[in-house]
T-cell receptor, first 111, second 113 residues
């Protein structure tokens, strides 16, 4: 059973547009919420992460919004670029460091 | 260069033929883990190890074995592979159990016929 639910499965956005990926979780023991980016033929790499005591974190064009009461968090990619085309995974982990991943979202940015 | 390496990168084998996928990291990380990636399911943890000689089951351990005799190596063993173990496998490591950033290897694509 997927402990972290991610949507959409895929999205297509034009260059310069905003990509939004949503995730939801049930386990209140989760205390760290990373996002991983994966390019074809490569392993996932940490993109950005947030703790539940913060409602928003921004790093460059990437922003995580976190809603603790709703147990939801999302990734916004502003000014999307063709180089952002990749699969994005949300994840959640508890104090034991065991990562639970979402199913992934394939993002395609068209020129 | 700090990295996690896996070998082989690609493997086609037959049902029941024992195989080992090696994983090695050069970052002196304590925590290592194996995942399998399947379409629509994301990454699911198979086994993890918090330190040498300490291993534990993840979410999908059936049909797999691991060992951690040295800090840098964490091989994944399939004693009797079956077609449902056809998947993309990733090894990952992190500084410690409490360090949330995991570094992933390049992946091993396994096909069991």
């Amino acid at each position: 059973q997927q402990q972290v639910k991610q949507s959409p499965q895929s999205l297509i956005v034009q260059k310069g547009g905003i990509s939004i990926i949503n995730c939801a979780y049930e386990n209140t023991a989760f205390d760290y919420f990373p996002w991983y980016q994966q390019f074809p033929g490569k392993g996932p790499a940490l993109l950005i992460a947030i703790r539940p005591d913060v409602s928003e974190k921004k790093e460059g064009r990437f922003t995580i919004s976190f809603n603790k009461s709703a147990k939801q968090f999302s990734l916004h990619i502003m000014d999307s670029q063709p180089g952002d085309s990749a699969t994005y995974f949300c994840a959640a982990t508890d104090s034991w460091g065991k990562l639970q991943f979402g199913a992934g979202t394939q993002v395609v940015v068209t020129p | 260069e700090a990295q996690v390496t896996q070998n082989p990168r690609y493997l086609i084998t037959v049902t029941g033929k024992k195989l080992t996928v090696t994983c090695s990291q050069n970052m002196n990380h304590e925590y290592m883990s194996w995942y399998r990636q399947d379409p629509g399911l994301g990454l699911r943890q198979i086994y993890y190890s918090m330190n040498v000689e300490v291993t534990d089951k993840g979410d999908v351990p059936e049909g797999y074995k691991v060992s951690r005799k040295e800090k840098r190596n964490f091989p994944l063993i399939l004693e009797s592979p079956s077609p449902n173990q056809t998947s993309l496998y990733f090894c990952a490591s992190s500084l410690s159990r409490d360090s949330y950033e995991q570094y992933f290897g390049p992946g091993t694509r396994l096909t069991v016929t």
